[in-house]
């Protein structure tokens, strides 16, 4: 059996004819606004209007469809499989708890994974006490409940080209593509936060509650902020009597080469929010604080002020600690290998960003160029506003060989 650790091997034309058949179902049933589906057949535009594959399987940092193609994956599923595709141990952890006890009651009645977790969260990130979700933007909203109860005041800032998630709490701080994101909603969205530019002046923060922000814009563009900007943020925030919130959905658990971004910098915020890597592939997530900032929520009274049916799922639990301990023999590797890779994108005259597994690449026409890559056998998606980058965030576990069958692809697709 395949451990994940294979270049691609395309067979058939990419989508191939069974993914092709797959799409047509799903868009007769979704909401046409999920799935982004280019009416292959229909369409005008030629080689630009290509629908999804349709994934079947996946191990390590390879995925298959379900036309038996085997692609390389250089998202790692939204920066989700961090520890690689379908890792054993956090599957076997998984299944074991799933045998045991799948379900238990939030805030009603806990079960000791959630204990063991929380206990390892907080020995991770040197923060205390923390409210577990089901989704980034889940604890995106929960950091900034936190937030306000911390400090008392509604104002937020976030940055623009910021991205914190879609439910309404999450996008009204978003500043990514906010014309289409926010557009059909912004009635609804509430009238108390202001943008400012990430990376530039930090504006006057006397009215402002709570500061959210990326330590490194994933989906904004991989944008790292001028050094020492985090730090004089903090500085800033902390002097406001404001809370500061570092959403690390996208950087966490290792992608950056440090377990968390804010660790490059000599910063702690007030509230952290994780996801996407947390637990391999399991919808989990936490928005993990200092003691202070989370006992300004005072105790609860019977009724939690702040739950969820599913809040602390026990397999979401067991899978998130064998991933970290997954993740521990990972992480050291990742600041070298991300570095092999840039030098030798920028050996081949390529502009790039980030840190870590976390890079952009800055070619012209990423889209094309990506649908392209795809048809080689590589999943890889642009990122930033003007989809100015071709995003790198594979598995953290993906091999040299399959890093460099990718520089070959891309010279091959660009030449
Ligand atoms: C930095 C950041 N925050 C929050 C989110 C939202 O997470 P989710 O899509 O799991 O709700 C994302 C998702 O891409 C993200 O990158």
Known sequence: MSDGTE???????????RSCEWVDRLAVRECPA????????????????????????????NVWDVDGNRFVDLTAGFGVASAGHRNPAVMAAGVAQMNRLPHVMGDAFPDPTRVLLLERLAALTGLDRAILGSSGSDAVEAALKTGMMLSGRSTVLSFSAGYHGLSYGALAVTGYNVDAFRGPFESQLGPHVRRAEFGGQIPDLSDVGTVIVEPVQGRGGIRVPPAGWLGALADATRAAGAALVFDEVYTGFGRTGDWFAFQDEAVRPDVLVLGKGMAGGFPISVAIGTAEAMDAWGASEGQSIHTQTFLGNPVGCAMALACIEQLETVVPDVRPKGEWLRSELIARGHSVRGRGLMIGIEIPNTLAVSRALLRAGFIVLPAGEQAEVLGVTPPLTITQTQLESFLVALDGVLA
Do not use: K, M, N
């Not at 091997?9 to 004819?17: A, D, I």
């Not at 799935?35 to 996946?58: H, K, M, N, Q, Y």
């Open 7 to 17: 270049i691609p091997l395309v067979v058939t034309e990419v989508p191939g004819p």
């Open 34 to 61: 999920i799935t982004a589906r280019r009416s292959r057949r229909a369409s005008a535009l030629g080689a630009a209007a290509d629908d999804p594959i349709v994934w079947e399987s996946a191990v390590g940092a």
